[in-house]
C-alpha cells in the first residue's frame, strides 16, 4: 500500500464529502429554514455565513485540485511505466476523456460555489436566485463523483485468494506483462 496515494485519497474524498455535504445541507436545510425569517434577518444570516464559509469554500477547492491533480499524474505515470494494456489501456478505457469530463465540471462546480459564497457584482446573478444555482451545483457535484466512481472502476476490482494470500486489486498480473489483473480489468 502506497501511503501517499491513500494521504491523497483521503485528502480528496473527505473534501469531496465536505463540499457535496454542505451543498446539500445549503440547498435543503438551511435555505427552507431561512425562508421562514424577514429579509433583513435574513440579509444578516447570509452575510454570517458567508464569513465562515468561505475559507471552507477556498480551503477546499485547493484541496480537490491540489489531490486530484496529484493523482492523476500519478496514476498516469504508474499505467505509462508499467506498459497496461500494450500502452493502449488510456484510450481502449476512455480514461482521459472521463477525466476530462470530470474536470470541466468541477470548474463550473467551483465558480458557482465561489459565486454562492461572494460578494462581487459579477456574481450578484447567482446569489439573486440561490435556490436554483445551489440545485444545479449539487447536481453538477453528484454527476462529479459518478464519473470519479466510474473512473475507478476501471481499474479496481474483486480482491481474490492466490496461494493462500489475498491479492488485493491493482496489483500486478501474474502474466508480468504489468497489465492490470485480469480480476481488474475491463474486458
Ligand atoms: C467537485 C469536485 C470534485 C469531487 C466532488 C470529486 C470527487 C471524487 C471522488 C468521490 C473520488 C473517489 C472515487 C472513488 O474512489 O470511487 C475522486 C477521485 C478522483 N478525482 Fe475527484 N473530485 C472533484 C474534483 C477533482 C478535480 C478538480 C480533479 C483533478 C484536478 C480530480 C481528480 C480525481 C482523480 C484523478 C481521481 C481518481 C480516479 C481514479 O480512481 O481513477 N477530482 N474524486
Given at each position: 500500500m502506497d501511503p501517499t496515494l491513500l494521504l491523497l485519497r483521503w485528502a480528496h474524498i473527505l473534501a469531496a464529502i465536505i463540499a457535496v455535504g454542505g451543498l446539500?445541507?445549503?440547498?435543503?436545510?438551511?435555505?427552507?429554514?431561512?425562508?421562514?425569517?424577514?429579509?433583513?434577518?435574513?440579509?444578516?444570516?447570509h452575510d454570517a455565513i458567508r464569513?465562515?464559509?468561505?475559507?471552507?469554500v477556498i480551503g477546499g477547492i485547493t484541496l480537490l485540485l491540489a489531490s486530484g491533480l496529484a493523482?492523476?499524474?500519478?496514476f498516469n505515470a504508474r499505467v505509462k511505466a508499467e506498459g497496461w494494456g500494450g500502452g493502449l489501456w488510456m484510450r481502449q478505457t476512455s480514461y482521459?476523456?472521463?477525466?476530462?469530463?470530470?474536470?470541466?465540471?468541477?470548474?463550473?462546480?467551483?465558480?458557482?460555489?465561489?459565486?454562492l459564497v461572494g460578494r462581487g457584482q459579477g456574481t450578484q446573478w447567482i446569489r439573486n436566485?440561490?435556490?436554483?444555482?445551489?440545485?444545479?451545483?449539487?447536481?453538477?457535484?453528484?454527476?462529479v463523483v459518478m464519473i470519479s466512481g466510474w473512473?475507478?472502476?476501471?481499474?479496481?476490482?474483486?480482491n481474490e485468494m492466490i496461494d493462500g494470500g489475498v491479492r488485493m486489486a491493482g496489483d500486478l498480473d501474474a502474466t508480468g506483462d504489468g497489465s492490470p489483473p485480469a480480476a481488474d480489468r475491463e474486458e
Open positions: 446539500a445541507f445549503a440547498r435543503f436545510g438551511l435555505l427552507p429554514a431561512m425562508s421562514e425569517f424577514d429579509a433583513a434577518t435574513r440579509d444578516r444570516l464569513r465562515r464559509w468561505l475559507p471552507w493523482n492523476f499524474l500519478l482521459h476523456a472521463l477525466f476530462g469530463a470530470k474536470f470541466l465540471l468541477a470548474l463550473v462546480i467551483f465558480y458557482f460555489a465561489s459565486g436566485a440561490r435556490a436554483t444555482w445551489l440545485s444545479v451545483t449539487l447536481g453538477l457535484a453528484v454527476a473512473m475507478r472502476q476501471l481499474h479496481t476490482g474483486p
